[in-house]
């Protein structure tokens, strides 16, 4: 009996560029689709898998191509998983496998950068529950990933910069003295000479090891 032609979808992979800045805190980076569906709309960048390609190229190809994000500016990539709800691409049926790239607050060429607190972003396809998904993943490996703690933070933070993160992610304010203890106790963290006032009281930062 032959084999049945089976109509195969299409594979995407699509990307969730997050920085985090000590003023506007974590922000989520977008940029501005070219072509139909959704042209002239914001929406994760984002691109067709090619028939040879590896899914780590073809994720830093969609932050080249389509937001202008080099290779030298991600500090971290992951994969977050897939997505395949039968809707979530008008043109065909088709399954994303995302990422989740942390870059600084000014990389990108053609990044649009949005604060999270500023809350869905109402994106095209199902960008923003990949956005969810990928918020849920920083969140439950803060601190203990220090690969993805570390692109966030940056080299060196300071302790306030460090609680607003957590902050945002978590949505509660760290108790001061517990979280000042819980860095203090980090194996990847040592504390560095404070040269910095705040209020009278010198200001902690802290360094990855």
């Known amino acids: ?11 995407a992979i699509d990307v969730v560029p997050l920085a985090f800045d000590r003023v506007a805190g974590l922000l989520i980076g977008t ?22 390609e590896l899914l780590v190229a073809a994720a830093s190809r969609a932050l080249d191509a389509k937001a202008g994000i080099r290779a030298a500016e991600v500090r971290h990539l992951a994969q977050l998983g897939a997505f395949d709800g039968p809707g979530r691409d008008p043109r065909s049926r088709a399954i994303s496998v995302a990422f989740v790239a942390v870059t600084g607050p000014d990389a990108g060429s053609a990044t649009l950068w949005t604060p999270a607190a500023s809350g869905a972003l109402d994106l095209p396809f199902d960008h923003d529950a990949i956005i969810a998904v990928a918020r849920e993943h920083v969140r439950t490996r803060l601190w203990s990933d220090v690969p ?8 060196t933070f300071s302790t306030a910069a460090g609680s607003a993160l957590e902050a945002e992610l978590t949505g509660l304010k760290p108790h001061a003295g517990n979280f000042h203890r819980g860095l203090s106790k980090h194996p990847g963290l040592e504390r560095l ?3 910095a006032a705040t209020g009278g009281r010198p200001a902690t930062s802290w360094r990855w090891r």
């Open 1 to 11: 009996m032959p084999d049945l032609v089976r109509d195969q979808p299409l594979i």
């Open 148 to 155: 993805l703690t570390r692109a966030l933070t940056g080299d």
């Open 193 to 195: 000479d404070s040269t």
């Open 31 to 52: 940029a501005t689709r070219a072509f139909d569906p959704f042209a002239g709309s914001e929406a994760l960048p984002g691109v067709l898998l090619g028939p040879s």
